[in-house]
């Protein structure tokens, strides 16, 4: 009967510290990772580096034809792209950065904080110190980080099928090699131009629209038939007249 009771107690203790091992490992998942870690629940009305962070991924979900600043301030807009972020992803749609939102941002990026399926490489076939171009490097490839994740965005909309990126950064002697224009905002490391693959042009133009891009240009527009064009100029212009736009 004692060895009976021993046996059932060491089973109860060996499946709590299971348990609780398996806790652990979760959290660990959730809370560590190679880029940034979040270590508070964020919503409207906090700001820090913390939100600054979150709105560099967000960049792509701000709604058609707006674009979500990033300035480290958690208000309205920045509610209602998180609630698009949750809602593409099946998570609950409440605007509230916490654990689940934070879980699903880690799986989406890798160490150096680009997102999962797209690269610096991809993005600038160009040099590998991102200088020479129209502004630091530091600020070229900032930008073209913040890029990357708008077309995160643009790519999972579109069913999370590859999206062929041709070209991005452009040191001056590179844009010049090409014949890109002198204002070229592939100089400032915003820009990218995308090849047609599972999607055509103008279903890439089109969907665009919704990723926080204020430059599009495509199909129809000069020298543009062969590539779709995004970017983050100053002020919207969006030119792919064969395609509607």
Same mark, same amino acid.
């Given at each position: 009967?004692? *060895? @009976?009771?021993?046996? +059932?107690? +060491?089973?109860? /203790?060996?499946?709590?510290?299971?348990?609780?091992?398996?806790?652990?490992?979760?959290?660990?998942?959730?809370?560590?990772?190679?880029?940034?870690?979040?270590? @508070?629940?964020?919503?409207?009305?906090?700001? *820090?580096?913390?939100?600054?962070?979150?709105?560099?991924? +967000?960049?792509?979900?701000? &709604?058609?034809?707006?674009?979500?600043?990033?300035?480290?301030?958690?208000?309205?807009? #920045?509610?209602?792209?998180?609630?698009?972020?949750?809602?593409?992803? &099946?998570?609950?749609?409440?605007?509230?950065?916490?654990?689940?939102? $934070?879980?699903?941002? $880690?799986?989406?990026?890798?160490?150096?904080?680009?997102? /999962?399926?797209?690269?610096? =490489?991809?993005?600038?076939?160009?040099?590998? #110190?991102?200088?020479?171009?129209?502004?630091?490097?530091? #600020?070229?490839?900032?930008?073209?980080? @913040?890029?990357?994740?708008?077309?995160?965005?643009?790519?999972?909309?579109?069913?999370?099928?590859?999206?062929?990126?041709?070209? &991005?950064?452009?040191?001056?002697?590179?844009?010049? =090699?090409?014949?890109?224009?002198?204002?070229?905002?592939?100089?400032?490391?915003?820009?990218?131009?995308?090849?047609? &693959?599972?999607?055509?042009?103008? !279903?890439?133009?089109?969907?665009? @629209?919704?990723?926080?891009?204020?430059?599009?240009?495509?199909?129809?527009?000069?020298?543009?038939?062969?590539?779709?064009?995004?970017?983050?100029?100053?002020?919207?212009?969006?030119?792919?007249? !064969?395609?509607?736009?």
């Amino acid at each position: 009967m004692f *060895g @009976r009771a021993a046996r +059932l107690l +060491l089973s109860i /203790v060996m499946l709590m510290a299971g348990l609780a091992a398996g806790a652990v490992a979760t959290a660990g998942t959730a809370h560590a990772d190679g880029c940034y870690t979040w270590t @508070r629940t964020l919503s409207q009305g906090a700001s *820090g580096a913390d939100v600054t962070q979150l709105q560099i991924r +967000l960049g792509g979900y701000p &709604g058609y034809g707006s674009v979500l600043a990033v300035d480290g301030d958690f208000g309205p807009a #920045t509610t209602a792209a998180l609630k698009r972020f949750q809602s593409a992803y &099946g998570l609950s749609a409440d605007g509230v950065a916490g654990p689940q939102t $934070y879980t699903k941002l $880690y799986a989406l990026q890798d160490d150096d904080c680009t997102p /999962v399926h797209f690269s610096y =490489a991809e993005l600038n076939r160009c040099n590998s #110190t991102w200088s020479g171009g129209a502004v630091s490097a530091a #600020t070229a490839k900032s930008n073209a980080l @913040r890029t990357m994740w708008k077309l995160e965005a643009m790519r999972h909309a579109l069913g999370d099928e590859p999206l062929r990126v041709t070209s &991005g950064f452009r040191s001056h002697a590179c844009n010049d =090699a090409v014949g890109g224009a002198s204002s070229s905002r592939h100089l400032y490391g915003d820009a990218a131009d995308l090849g047609a &693959g599972p999607h055509s042009l103008c !279903t890439l133009a089109k969907q665009a @629209r919704n990723h926080g891009f204020r430059g599009i240009l495509g199909p129809g527009y000069p020298r543009h038939n062969d590539h779709t064009h995004v970017d983050h100029r100053a002020s919207r212009y969006w030119s792919a007249s !064969t395609c509607g736009i």
